[in-house]
């Protein structure tokens, strides 16, 4: 198996191949194996790599091979050895969902035994020990009524070989929750973000529980993110560090921080890449919306965490992704877009340290926002791609079907439905 790989058939896998060139194999990685969790009976899994069966080459749609030319190519540039990834993962624990859309009907109905709507419940006993919207941060029991499903998951993901530094609640009601890993280097720590998911939503339902990680499933509160804090090494140094720069940053974290910024309505199709996500890019609920950097400030796109003044934890936090997101692209196109700052000597600009929505209009005006929709990010991605392509990282035909795909099963379905509440807005005009 480990020479010769698994056969599967890649039509049956969303982008890969056509009918009549479906043939593909797997090829087990054997430094991820790890006894799963989530079987009854004991089972070895692992990540694998695609390969064609013909001549045994990386398959160029596969994200993980997308992730490991990313990693080379910053080794052959140069500029640095190693990058370092953290995401943060947020979702949430909810107690039941459901939810239907076809010609004639469309609804979802969400509930979770700590939402603030349970609080006028007569049908079960009533012990008034609710979340409200936005004040769920760091919420204990009784209020917080997710603890020991949150410390299960965490629990299981260290069997599993993930290092869980921290769990616990998040801003929002109804069970949302963050689970912190320890960075890693990018294709590993994409493995652990889609093994985390995996484990989160596999004990959840283990415990009579359903989880999202969804990025705003709830009206009027905050939703899911996956910041994304990332370093840069050489020589075992963090070359994002100087402690005369802007809060500690060189000049070169500052260019890489402007090549994320200027290439961020690219970036976005990568990594906020559901129609959903522009659900949560809105004013009001922590989520960035207007491209600037500053430190220790939650509203800029990129915030420079000020926790340590240790040279090793020095790095940038770009909060604009959310786990939807395929975290090997989403990783290796904000390392590209970084790289592309560095090597043109991109000015970030000046940072912005004020809270923005507390800005008027007209200062306002002269920030560049976030996109609007998945449409407009899509569309960004389809003029400025060319950053992604150095050093064969990402292909065009990546790309162009990324795009085809996106726009034909999400953003089309979605545009084209009447929403539910414009029947409260409009039925009776």
């Not at 990685?29 to 694998?48: E, H, Q």
Request: with cysteine; net charge neutral.
């Amino acid at each position: 198996m480990f020479e010769s790989g698994v056969g599967f058939d890649g039509s049956s896998i969303r982008g890969f191949q056509n009918i009549a060139n479906s043939d593909m194999i797997l090829l087990p990685d054997i430094t991820t194996a790890f006894i799963d969790p989530i079987y009854a009976k004991p089972t070895v899994s692992l990540i694998c790599d695609v390969k064609d069966p013909v001549n045994k080459r990386s398959f160029s749609r596969d994200p993980r091979h997308v992730a490991r030319k990313a990693e080379n190519y910053l080794k052959s540039s140069g500029i640095a050895d190693v990058s370092y990834w953290g995401p943060e993962l947020e979702f949430f624990i909810f107690d039941n969902v459901r939810f239907k859309s076809n010609n004639c009907e469309s609804y979802f109905h969400i509930n979770a035994h700590e939402g603030l709507w349970n609080s006028g419940d007569n049908v079960h006993d009533n012990f008034g020990y609710y979340i409200r919207q936005k004040s769920g941060y760091f919420a204990i029991p009784p209020n917080d009524q997710t603890l020991d499903v949150r410390s299960k998951i965490a629990k299981t993901m260290i069997q599993a070989g993930l290092e869980v530094e921290f769990h616990h609640h998040e801003v929002a009601t109804a069970g949302q929750t963050e689970i912190g890993m320890r960075y890693g280097t990018l294709l590993r720590q994409a493995d652990r973000v889609l093994l985390g998911k995996y484990i989160t939503k596999n004990i959840a339902k283990d415990n009579g529980h359903t989880a999202t990680f969804m990025p705003k499933p709830l009206y009027m509160d905050n939703g899911n993110a996956m910041h994304v804090h990332n370093s840069l090494w050489k020589d075992d140094e963090n070359i994002f560090y100087d402690p005369d720069g802007y809060s500690g940053l060189s000049n070169l974290a500052l260019n890489y921080v402007g090549g994320i910024l200027i290439h961020s309505p690219a970036l976005l199709a990568f990594c906020a890449p559901s129609t959903n996500s522009y659900r949560r890019l809105v004013p009001g609920f922590e989520a960035p919306i207007y491209l600037v950097y500053s430190k220790r400030n939650r509203s800029a796109a990129i915030r420079i965490p000020s926790y340590s003044a240790d040279s090793s934890a020095k790095r940038i936090e770009f909060r604009c992704p959310d786990s939807t997101s395929n975290p090997y692209l989403a990783f290796a196109a904000i390392l590209m877009a970084g790289l592309d700052g560095i090597n043109n000597k991109i000015d970030p600009g000046k940072p912005f340290d004020r809270d923005i929505s507390e800005l008027n209009v007209k200062n306002k005006k002269s920030m560049k926002p976030v996109p609007a929709s998945l449409s407009e990010a899509l569309e960004s991605l389809e003029n400025d791609h060319e950053f992604l392509l150095k050093g064969g990282v990402f292909t065009s035909d990546l790309i162009t079907t990324w795009i085809a795909y996106k726009r034909k099963n999400e953003v089309n379905p979605v545009s084209f439905r009447p929403h539910p509440y414009e029947f409260q807005l409009y039925y009776d005009i």
